[in-house]
Every structure is written in structure tokens, then in C-alpha cells.
């Protein structure tokens, strides 16, 4: 074999190897930073508690539950976080109340705009019709218990001390909203309408 491709076969092997020490390096260091969220999460696991149960529709036939389902039907003000009352919408603090401001706007956006299309899907796929009027019913029990809901979901963010962005908080915040009137849509569905 020429000279020259041996010297090209050992440049190759070179460069390899150096991607290779690069890849493990950076794998030392994910595994690094995984390992320090590990110990983080576990020292303020025990501190969070997210109650998905407290956010219902207790109009039209049945109960629309955001979340899972209380255990005996209570209302939302007989419902408490812990030992303390459900919190109420309107905040102290300036800052959680701008948040609180933002993420009510998101989440009443979504209702407006996404969860239409949504829920007439969801009743397309069981082969369901509702009226207009019962699904405005629906929207609109939703919209009532968000404020509740998000001064919850805000003051458990807050006190996450590894998360000091607004705009983080708010995403959560939201996202969590959006989850749960996607599973209180379907719950709806099936429990009163299909009654499974």
C-alpha cells in the first residue's frame, strides 16, 4: 500500500479519536448535571404537591373534573390545598398578580381559540353532537374555576426555588392549565356523556 494512505487512514483514526474524547467529555458532563438535578429535586420534592382534583364543572349532567375527581363531590371552595383553604384569585403581591394576569389571559385564549376545535374532536371520535348552548355551558364553568386554579399552580412555582424566570413560571403554570382541561374534556366525555 502507498504511503499516503496510510497517512490518511492514521488522520482519520486521529480525528475520530478526538471526537471521541470530545463526546465522552460532554457525556461526563451531562451525566454531571443530571446527577445535580437528581440531588436537587430530591431535597425539594417532598416540599411540592400538586392537587389536580380541585377544578370541576358541577352544571349540565354530570361533573367536568380538571384533574382527577375529588373523592366526595365537594365544591371548590369546600375543597382545601393541604390544610389551607383554596387560595384566593386576587394576590397581594403585585408581581404574582401580574403573573397570575398573564397566565389567565393564556389560558383563556386557549379556551377561546383552541379548546373548541379540541372538544368537537373529542365528540367526533365518539361519534357524539352536543348543542352549542351545552358546549358554551362547558366553556364557561371552565373559565369560572381558572382563577382558583392558577393562584394554586402559581403559589406552588413560586415556591420552587430553582425557578426564578417569569416567563418559566409562566409557561408551567399554563401548560399544567392546559393538561388538565384536556383531561377534564375527556373525562367529561366518558364519564357523563358515554357514562363508562
Given at each position: 500500500m502507498h504511503?499516503?494512505?496510510f497517512q490518511q487512514i492514521i488522520n482519520q483514526l486521529q480525528?475520530?479519536?478526538?471526537?471521541?474524547?470530545?463526546?465522552?467529555?460532554?457525556?461526563?458532563?451531562?451525566?454531571q448535571t443530571?446527577?445535580?438535578?437528581k440531588s436537587r429535586e430530591s431535597a425539594s420534592a417532598d416540599r411540592v404537591q400538586?392537587?389536580?382534583?380541585?377544578?370541576?364543572?358541577?352544571?349540565?349532567?354530570?361533573?367536568?373534573?380538571?384533574?382527577?375527581?375529588?373523592?366526595?363531590?365537594?365544591?371548590?371552595?369546600?375543597?382545601?390545598?393541604?390544610?389551607?383553604?383554596?387560595?384566593?384569585?386576587?394576590?397581594?403581591?403585585?408581581e404574582v398578580a401580574d403573573i397570575n394576569q398573564k397566565i389567565k389571559a393564556q389560558v383563556l385564549k386557549y379556551i377561546?381559540?383552541?379548546v373548541p376545535g379540541l372538544?368537537?374532536?373529542?365528540l367526533s371520535v365518539h361519534q357524539l353532537t352536543l348543542s352549542d348552548e351545552y358546549k358554551k355551558q362547558v366553556y364557561d364553568d371552565i373559565r369560572r374555576q381558572i382563577s382558583d386554579r392558577i393562584a394554586i399552580y402559581a403559589k406552588q412555582v413560586n415556591a420552587l426555588p430553582d425557578i426564578t424566570d417569569t416567563n418559566q413560571k409562566i409557561n408551567m403554570v399554563t401548560a399544567q392549565l392546559k393538561r388538565d382541561i384536556q383531561t377534564a374534556l375527556n373525562y367529561h366525555i366518558e364519564q357523563t356523556l358515554l357514562g363508562k
Open positions: 504511503p499516503y494512505y480525528s475520530i479519536a478526538a471526537k471521541l474524547d470530545q463526546l465522552e467529555e460532554t457525556i461526563k458532563g451531562m451525566s443530571i446527577e445535580g438535578m400538586y392537587h389536580f382534583d380541585l377544578l370541576k364543572i358541577e352544571k349540565l349532567e354530570g361533573t367536568l373534573n380538571i384533574g382527577t375527581a375529588p373523592g366526595n363531590g365537594q365544591s371548590i371552595d369546600q375543597i382545601a390545598v393541604g390544610d389551607q383553604p383554596a387560595a384566593s384569585p386576587e394576590a397581594k403581591d403585585s377561546d381559540e383552541e372538544f368537537d374532536y373529542m
